[in-house]
């Protein structure tokens, strides 16, 4: 079956514009999770979704960074008047709700803030 | 707060041989150690779990052993190949917290 998809693949913005980031998961993968990667860092938490409720908003960085997920699938992670120390990998991975452990990422989407 | 520490040097190893990366954690012990592997432009992608009751695991070519008393990991591949190239993660999971924290990984380079 298919994994998680991400869009778009690369994305190079302006500093003080806002973005969207999208991610599909695997189908009947109810837990969603967003993760951002800057370079020569690992992976640092953002958010988790169960369903389309967050308990977990507190790797966000800043009110800056907000996501949403809608019919328990796709989610949206936007970041308003992006900075350049926003430029980073963002990665989206997905779950089992009963292996929340076992984590399927997609390939992720490159920012890149001038 | 959690730390992970991994080799941040790339280990350079020759094909055939057997590769063995470190993952050390700092604080409380996880339910779940978990190995990823990272090709550059990619996504990690999943490849071994261990539970904390567990001493070792294997699939294929793989080993992890987890030891909770040294608060270490050892990730082993046997008769390395050059496809095997690539960066590995370790991750920890605690339950109740729902989230993996990773460490920054160890760039692997098996040459032919």
């Known amino acids: 079956g298919a994994g998680v998809s991400q869009s778009p693949s690369n994305k190079v913005t302006e500093k003080g514009k806002d973005v969207e980031l999208r991610c599909d998961p695997i189908s009947g993968h109810t837990a969603l999770y967003w993760y951002r990667q800057s370079l020569g860092q690992g992976l640092e938490f953002l958010i988790y979704f169960q369903g389309n409720s967050a308990p977990d908003k507190s790797g966000l960085p800043s009110d800056r960074f907000s996501a949403e997920r809608t019919g328990g699938s796709v989610s949206t992670l936007t970041i308003q008047r992006t900075q350049q120390e926003d430029s980073a990998v963002y990665l989206c991975a997905s779950s089992l709700w009963d292996r929340l452990y076992e984590q399927y990422f997609g390939p992720g989407t490159r920012l890149t803030v001038t | 707060s959690q730390k992970i520490e991994q080799n941040s040097e790339a280990l350079n190893i020759q094909e055939g041989k057997t590769a063995t990366l470190t993952c050390n954690y700092t604080?409380?012990?996880?339910?779940?150690l978990q190995w990823y592997r990272q090709d550059p432009g990619r996504g990690p992608v999943f490849l071994l779990l261990?539970?904390?009751?567990?001493k070792e695991k294997r699939k294929e070519r793989l080993k992890v052993t987890f030891d909770t008393t040294l608060k270490q990991s050892l990730f082993h591949i046997t008769a390395s190949q050059p496809a095997d190239s690539a960066t590995y993660l370790c991750a920890l999971f605690r339950g109740g917290f729902q989230k993996l924290v990773f460490g920054t990984g160890t760039r692997l380079l098996v040459s032919p």
């Open positions: 261990i539970r904390e009751n567990e």
């Open positions: 604080n409380y012990s996880p339910a779940y």
